[in-house]
């Protein structure tokens, strides 16, 4: 449970709660009165700070204020389960250390929150797309640590956390052509987010090594598994579209990688329409551990990000960068995935024998970390 939770259930922006919660001004007596109603019952209580020295004094501090900002993400933080849950990690590591967390958003206005615009923060935690230039010469007054995968190619500063894209694209691959499929097919829808590009080349690169054939089907042209995109006024086909491309191809694909667990919805919708069935004529791989899988049947092998992880170790390397801030270098830390493979196996390929294997559900594949 998180302040975007808190947010989404009664339609207002996290940085309005993020307000209410540390008792600043400028928020109606109603709208103060719906969030304590909310956080009353959900159960939320803000993190308490922890017991001890104050964070001022540290090398670094001067204020113990850490700014939260999403970047032009105005709609889609309480619909992304993965960055909620990046957001609650960010949350209670911050109060852990003892520091107080602002939340804000910037919009295409470029206003800065009051408490960042007046340098009353000693670091910031970033999410989103990067900002126009003016805001950024703004922000990167101050430590800066970005979480998640970018989002354009250009535009961004500071240190970064992130899952390891790479690893779950190459992971994917090996797993596959461990259950002993030859023939793949990568849905590469989202091909504007550098995550899922990284995802791409890396599955596409690793199945290919490893002597199985890939098919490829993008919701753009690419060049180069995906390295140059074309304008972004293009006609984007749909997930029905890109899924019979891949079924299309002879001789047939036996699995599919989908980059994200919410497509894995449709690609399951897509395959049946088509008269396939997931699990049993065609396997299906995911990527994010989203609790919107329980609903599909059979539940696919999947990818955890560890967005928990990332959060804290976003707040650990902010800290490191708060008192390393003349540092000339820039860190990227990646956050290796775990394999999670339900209680079913996924088919494998009709070139292996049929046979059955359990393990227990929701837990990571074991030898295969």
Not at 65 to 80: E, P, Q, R, S, Y
Not at 297 to 323: C, K
Not at 332 to 342: A, D, I, K, N, S
Request: glycine fraction near 8%; aromatic fraction near 4%; include cysteine.
């Amino acid at each position: 449970m998180s302040i975007v939770e808190i947010a989404k259930s009664i339609g207002i922006s996290h940085s309005t709660v993020s307000r209410v919660i540390n008792k600043r001004p400028g928020v109606a007596p109603e709208t103060v009165e719906a969030v304590y109603r909310a956080m009353d019952e959900m159960g939320y209580r803000p993190a308490a700070r922890r017991r001890g020295r104050r964070p001022n004094g540290r090398q670094g501090v001067a204020t113990g204020n850490i700014a939260v900002l999403m970047v032009g993400t105005d709609g889609t933080l309480a619909k992304a389960p993965i960055t909620a849950t990046v957001f609650h990690a960010l949350e209670h590591a911050l109060a852990d250390q003892g520091f107080n967390v602002l939340v804000g958003q910037l919009g295409n206005d470029g206003r800065l929150p009051p408490d960042v615009s007046r340098g009353r923060v000693d670091g910031l935690l970033l999410h989103g797309y990067p900002p126009t230039a003016e805001v950024r010469e703004r922000l990167r007054r101050h430590p800066s640590v970005w979480v998640l995968s970018q989002r354009a190619p250009e535009g961004y500063w500071g240190d970064r956390v992130t899952p390891d894209n790479g690893a779950i694209g190459r992971r994917a691959a090996e797993y596959l052509i461990g259950e002993g499929h030859e023939r793949v097919g990568y849905l590469h829808a989202g091909t504007t987010h550098l995550g899922y590009r990284d995802r791409a080349e890396s599955f596409c690169v690793t199945a290919t090594s490893l002597g199985a054939h890939v098919e490829l089907a993008s919701d753009r042209e690419f060049h180069e598994l995906g390295l140059a995109a074309e304008p972004q006024d293009v006609e984007v086909p749909s997930v029905e579209e890109l899924v019979e491309r891949l079924l299309a191809a002879r001789p047939r694909i036996t699995a599919i990688f989908v980059p994200r667990d919410q497509l894995a919805v449709k690609v399951y919708l897509a395959l049946r329409r088509n008269g396939l069935e997931p699990g049993r004529d065609i396997a299906v791989v995911s990527c994010d551990n989203d609790r919107i899988l329980d609903a599909l049947d059979p539940r696919p092998v999947t990818f955890d990000v560890r967005a928990d992880l990332i959060g804290r170790r976003a707040v650990d390397q902010l800290i490191w960068r708060m008192n390393n801030a003349h540092e000339p270098t820039r860190v990227t830390v990646t956050v290796e995935p775990e394999l999670m493979v339900p209680e079913r196996d996924v088919v494998r390929s009709p070139v292996l024998e049929h046979g059955t294997r359990t393990r227990e559900r929701g837990r990571p594949s074991e030898g295969r970390r």
